[in-house]
């Protein structure tokens, strides 16, 4: 059994909303791009009818069980939640750790300038994704003035914020690394670049830059229901764990991976009314959900039947070149 302490210090992927004011070609939130994708998904079976901007009436319990949250901009940006402000003066003093992700395009100076004060003197981490020089930037992310954005990201660092750069590897920008990572130390901004791994999907060929190896870089794996993988999960490493995450359907589940598979995470019984956020008041409401037959079930079975664990597990999560971990849980 998987205890509830050790659940409990995980960190929260956090995405209680809907929104966002770009359109990055290879984001899955996008209908216009998976239409066009190798692997194409129904934009209806990821149950975009069913998520919404949660208030933050609902979801304000989760901040008295856990302790680190990432607001990630995963298939929205929490900017843009129309909470997002209250959510701030609701969490500060609270002493959680916090990363935010966003584009951090299209909002005032007024604006960045109240949000980072209240970031002040909180454990509290942004993360700006700037795909290339700011006058680059929306070659990728469509709509966003990136000059604007790395303004917004100096302003930050005059008042003391933790501010990171992150640059997805383009073949428009790989040539300009060096620069931005001068432009960063110069004005004490931290920077980071990765390479994506979506490059088989037609939309972004263009953009395919020449040089495509990274560290982090995962493989793409065709797997098939009768071979026997041996995976090695994220979300049950004793080091390097994966986020659990509360997303826009009011729902808890094992990773961000699985949350564009609605009917899978649904099929293992993820999405029971039950275990919505409407239904979770107190710590102990959420604690039964992580200790129900369906959360434990799950956990073991990523261990002793990795042959029928979700293909997305099978995926991401498939035993590479890393040890794993010995089994922690009984």
Not at 64 to 73: L, M, P, R, S, T
Not at 138 to 152: L, P, T
Not at 238 to 256: A, V
Not at 257 to 267: A, I, K, N, R
Request: glycine share 4%.
């Amino acid at each position: 059994m998987i205890p509830w302490d050790w659940i409990k210090d995980r960190k929260i992927n956090f995405e209680p909303g809907i929104t966002c004011r770009l359109k990055c070609p290879g984001c899955y939130m996008r209908a216009d791009g998976m239409s066009k994708t190798k692997n194409p998904i129904d934009y209806n079976s990821m149950a975009w009818d069913r998520r919404y901007n949660i208030p933050l009436e609902k979801y304000k319990v989760l901040f008295d069980v856990f302790d680190e949250f990432e607001f990630c901009g995963n298939l929205s940006d929490p900017i843009y939640h129309p909470d997002f402000i209250e959510t701030l003066k609701y969490l500060k003093g609270k002493n959680l750790e916090i990363i935010f992700r966003t584009n951090g395009s299209g909002k005032s100076a007024e604006w960045w300038t109240e949000v980072f004060e209240l970031c002040s003197w909180e454990k509290w981490r942004w993360v700006f994704a700037l795909d290339g020089l700011p006058k680059d930037s929306n070659k990728y992310r469509i709509n966003q003035d990136g000059e604007q954005v790395f303004e917004m990201m100096k302003l930050g660092r005059e008042i003391d914020i933790d501010i990171k750069w992150q640059w997805i590897v383009f073949n428009y920008n790989q040539n300009d690394i060096d620069q931005g990572k001068m432009m960063a130390e110069h004005y004490g901004i931290k920077f980071d670049y990765y390479h994506s791994t979506r490059w088989d999907r037609p939309e972004l060929v263009a953009l395919k830059p020449m040089v495509e190896h990274a560290a982090n870089e995962r493989e793409s794996f065709d797997i098939t229901n009768n071979v026997k993988v041996e995976i090695d999960p994220d979300c049950l490493r004793e080091h390097e764990t994966k986020d659990l995450m509360f997303n826009s359907m009011g729902y808890f589940i094992p990773c961000c991976e699985q949350d564009p598979l609605v009917e899978s995470m649904e099929s293992l019984g993820f999405y029971q009314e039950k275990f919505h956020i409407d239904n979770l008041h107190t710590e102990e409401d959420i604690k039964n959900v992580f200790m129900s037959d369906t959360w434990q079930d799950f956990y073991m079975g990523l261990y002793d039947d990795a042959a029928n664990a979700p293909k997305k597990c099978q995926n991401f999560c498939r035993k590479r070149n890393r040890i794993r971990d010995e089994k922690t849980f009984v």
